[in-house]
């Protein structure tokens, strides 16, 4: 199962700040969408060749080869092995894949975790510290411009500030019993280790991952929303294994979404003190369902990986 990982991405120009040391956004105040919306036909972002040959287009085009080949084309922002297009699939295409078509018209938002209203520069800047356990760039940077720019491009034509069908990894309902790390390590073994290695150690040709670490120092750190196993599990369910998408049931899921979250990984950049504890308090405890500060298998994750 090739489960490539979490990272939103792009903003309008606006002056420079500083990168905000927040929590990963969770948009909890936006209603979801009904699920007879959810049937119908999903929100088509434009073609290549409606690019305009134009200073635009060629921005547009920046922002895309750094989304699709981000530890390259942003190397100074980036600290693992991910690229933006590993939780944002089909080049931010991908219905129930976070698209940046879904993603681009809902901001300016409000943050419950920051309690304040985000810029959507402010929110591909914290891909960048989280998700690609890295640095922010500046709002003004070419990075961001460009990102920015192809997340308008794919928007066009979609509504602002309304919540289209396919924008989210949709919800799923955590198993009855809860979950079972010892059953997500079988089923990881039958349906991802073939794509991500039997240590979620990913693939690479060169220097370069072809598919994604799912663990481990070059994967996603712990302030990522793909550490959340409820978040995980929503794109296992209805991405994985690629080209699959739906064939695993809800429950199994959910335990494989648990046991790659089982597992340490870099540690969440803000971390309090240095104190897992503490920092599980100000940041994991009320957000969602994960692991960090938890005991597993008599070892307490959170540590983190250099």
């Not at 929503?234 to 739906?246: D, S, V």
Request: charged share 20%; with cysteine; proline share 7%.
């Amino acid at each position: 199962m090739k489960i490539l990982m979490p990272a939103l991405l792009a903003l309008a120009i606006v002056a420079p700040v500083q990168a905000a040391k927040i929590a990963m956004e969770d948009q909890s105040q936006m209603q979801p969408v009904p699920a007879a919306a959810a049937a119908a036909s999903v929100f088509q972002p434009p073609q290549e060749q409606d690019l305009p040959a134009d200073a635009f287009g060629q921005l547009v085009q920046d922002g895309r080869a750094i989304f699709v080949d981000t530890r390259n084309q942003a190397a100074e922002y980036v600290g693992n092995g991910m690229n933006c297009t590993n939780c944002h699939l089909d080049q931010g295409r991908k219905a129930d894949s976070a698209p940046l078509w879904g993603a681009y018209p809902m901001y300016p938002a409000y943050r419950k975790k920051n309690n304040r209203v985000n810029s959507y520069a402010e929110r591909i800047q914290g891909c960048f510290q989280f998700s690609m356990n890295g640095k922010a760039p500046a709002v003004d940077s070419h990075v961001i411009n460009a990102l920015t720019a192809y997340s308008y491009w794919l928007a066009t034509g979609a509504p602002t500030g309304k919540a289209l069908p396919g924008r989210l990894y949709p919800v799923v309902a955590e198993p009855k019993g809860g979950y079972d790390l010892a059953r997500g390590e079988q089923i990881y073994a039958a349906q991802c280790a073939v794509c991500h290695g039997d240590n979620g150690q990913g693939q690479k040709s060169g220097n370069d991952y072809v598919l994604p670490p799912l663990w481990g120092k070059d994967s996603y750190n712990w302030g990522a929303g793909m550490h959340r196993i409820n978040t995980a599990a929503g794109f296992i369910k209805h991405n994985m294994p690629l080209g699959k998408g739906g064939s695993l049931s809800d429950e199994e899921a959910w335990h494989v979404a648990a046991f790659m979250n089982s597992h340490e990984r870099p540690q969440d950049p803000r971390l309090i003190d240095g104190s897992v504890e503490k920092t599980r308090d100000k940041y994991h405890a009320n957000d969602g369902v994960n692991l960090y500060g938890q005991m597993v298998n008599g070892v307490m994750l959170g540590q983190g990986i250099k």
